[in-house]
């Protein structure tokens, strides 16, 4: 069974950067999206980026937007999130997930993503 393992959370002063990372077991995103979703404290999940499979589609939340980005490493099966300029309401759970349909575009929908990682924290002190 694939098994998602986020990294690279912790507590950052506002304005200051973390690269998240997320490896992928057994080389079973081959020929699947990933995206990083986020939950703050007391509210909903929400999406932040996504990047299909082949690494030509990436897609980012607006809030997000030219301070994030997704990447990903097929020969070490691992996604990443670098986030740069960071701010208080950046904090949140931060989870990696795997699509749930292979070769096909990729959304940022929960819907469309299958199996999930437990989650790394990140907090911005202002």
């Known amino acids: 069974q694939v098994q998602l393992v986020e990294s690279g959370g912790g507590l950052v002063q506002a304005g200051g950067s973390l690269r998240l990372s997320c490896e992928v077991s057994?080389?079973?995103?081959?020929?699947?999206?990933l995206g990083w979703f986020r939950q703050p404290p007391g509210k909903e999940r929400e999406a932040v980026a996504s990047?299909?499979?082949?690494?030509?589609?990436?897609l980012y939340t607006d809030s997000v937007k030219g301070r994030f980005t997704i990447s990903e490493d097929d020969a070490k099966n691992t996604v990443y999130l670098e986030m740069n300029a960071l701010k208080p309401e950046d904090t949140a759970v931060y989870y990696c997930a795997l699509q749930s349909e292979r070769f096909t575009p990729v959304t940022l929908s929960h819907h469309d993503f299958g199996s999930w990682g437990r989650g790394t924290q990140v907090v911005v002190s202002s």
């Open positions: 057994d080389g079973t995103s081959v020929g699947y999206g």
């Open positions: 990047i299909s499979w082949s690494g030509a589609q990436l």
